[in-house]
């Protein structure tokens, strides 16, 4: 009987997580959204509204289950990136990121985007499987970032991502195809509403 009951309530905690992930993809673009097509622009004001900005942009991507979030895809043209470093790392906040070394070696993996669909519309996608990334924090401080495997395939998308570039750019023609397939009824949805 307990065991039901825990059942229950897992439920009920997972129907409003569900909810909570809805409301936070509402609020993220979708594509074809043309910003998500604009490449930002870099911070110059450390100022309290960045710091509200990463604060945002991180309650959001944890809300929406994403790994990683760009401030391009809030409709906020500027170089700032959130993202999770590892799965119980902290939320890793960077202004002004470039990538100084990308690593030769490459790999395929499957990727969804936030902006696409969240995880339904998943795309493989070649990276490479090591990068060095300077930015800065919220607080101006230089930050330098050697990742390797997911950390810098999540890296690469949200720099991708402040430059315009989706997965869709990036993957096979048949893939692309396919996933065009499967976002066209839903922005026929969004033109009628
Ligand atoms: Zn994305």
């Known amino acids: 009987m307990a065991e039901v009951e825990g059942q229950v309530r897992d439920e009920k905690l997972d129907a409003e997580r569900e909810a909570r992930r809805q ?8 594509y074809p959204d043309p910003v998500l097509r604009m490449a ?3 911070v110059e004001e450390f100022d309290d509204a960045l710091r509200g900005l990463v604060d945002r942009m991180g309650r959001l ?7 990683g979030l760009a401030a391009t895809q809030i409709g906020i043209l500027q170089r700032v990136l959130v993202y999770l470093p590892a799965e119980e790392a902290p939320v890793t906040a960077l202004v002004n990121p470039r990538a100084v070394t990308t690593g030769e070696e490459l ?17 493989p996608v070649e990276r490479a499987t090591t990068l060095t990334v300077e930015a800065l924090s919220p607080l101006r401080e230089p930050v330098r970032i050697e990742a390797e495997g997911l950390e810098a395939r999540v890296l690469q998308h949200e720099l991708d991502h402040l430059e315009g570039i ?7 023609p048949e893939a692309r195809r396919r996933a065009l397939g499967e976002l066209r ?9």
Do not use: N, W
Request: with cysteine; charged share 20%.
């Open 40 to 42: 930002a622009k870099e």
């Open 61 to 67: 991507m944890q809300e929406a289950r994403g790994v």
């Open 185 to 193: 009824p839903r922005s026929v949805l969004g033109s009628i509403a």
């Open 107 to 123: 790999e395929a993996a499957d990727e969804g985007c936030l902006s696409l669909g969240s995880a339904t519309v998943v795309v």
């Open 23 to 30: 409301i936070a993809l509402a609020q993220v673009r979708q």
């Open 166 to 172: 989706l997965t869709l750019d990036r993957t096979t």
